[in-house]
């Protein structure tokens, strides 16, 4: 069984740049959530989707968008880049769709603001 | 709003023994779920337990179980027979349960460095 797929794996950018990473969840899998990790912040919860909508979202400046396609792959978008976006940015999907259930991770997308 | 708090940045155990990683936890939500993920360097988040606030029994999965004390709202994660592949971090985490709803958001803690020695 196939799990999360992220891509790209490491990017670099400058600031005032914008960037799309990419999610492909479990098959079968209609929830998607982003997550931030970086060493000063720690894991914090940047959006979830489900069925193309965006169910929760956390505290975020509106520069950081996503988006959920038809068959569940999710897209998140940083602009105008700042160098505090550096970060691992993690996808997680879950099959469950009341409750927090079991989340599937992906190894990351690592970018970096020069 | 949920919070996770892991006091340890740092531990070491000696191979095959059992380590005990605290966690407390704070919310004022009636009923939560408390998860614990392993993260190696390479990064992927690793699902290891979960425990819903209303379970009567603590959970257990494999080496690992979770110690849960609801009225000192700690859910410290127990491994057993410590193995060097072991070694990583890990993070408590809580999040909704299906009386809550909501969907699939987490609150993580800080962390706790493992590390296991022969």
């Known amino acids: 069984k196939a799990g999360v797929t992220q891509t790209p794996r490491y990017l670099i950018k400058t600031r005032g740049q914008q960037v799309t990473l990419s999610c492909s969840p479990i098959?079968?899998?209609?929830?998607v959530s982003w997550y931030q990790q970086t060493p000063g912040q720690g894991l914090q919860f940047l959006f979830e989707y489900f069925s193309e909508t965006q169910r929760n979202k956390g505290n975020f400046p509106g520069r950081f968008s996503g988006r959920q396609f038809s068959n569940s792959r999710s897209e998140m978008n940083v602009s105008t880049l700042e160098l505090g976006d550096s970060a691992l940015y993690l996808c997680?999907?879950?099959?469950?769709?009341?409750?927090?259930?079991?989340?599937?991770f992906g190894e990351g997308s690592r970018l970096t603001v020069l | 709003a949920q919070k996770i708090t892991q006091t340890q940045p740092g531990m070491f155990v000696q191979e095959k023994e059992a380590v005990t990683l605290d966690c407390t936890y704070d919310t004022s939500d009636p009923s939560y779920g408390l998860f614990w993920y392993k993260q190696p360097s390479s990064g992927e988040m690793i699902f290891l337990i979960y425990q819903g606030s209303y379970d009567q029994q603590n959970a257990t999965e494999g080496r690992y179980s979770l110690n849960f004390q609801k009225a000192r709202k700690s859910a410290n994660l127990v491994i057993s027979a410590s193995q060097l592949g072991d070694s990583a971090m890990y993070f408590c985490?809580?999040?909704?349960?299906?009386?809550?709803?909501?969907?699939?958001?987490?609150?993580f803690g800080t962390g706790t460095q493992l590390k296991v020695e022969l």
């Open positions: 098959s079968g899998h209609r929830s």
């Open positions: 985490a809580m999040g909704g349960t299906i009386l809550t709803g909501g969907g699939n958001k987490l609150t």
């Open positions: 997680a999907s879950s099959k469950q769709d009341r409750a927090t259930g079991e989340l599937f």
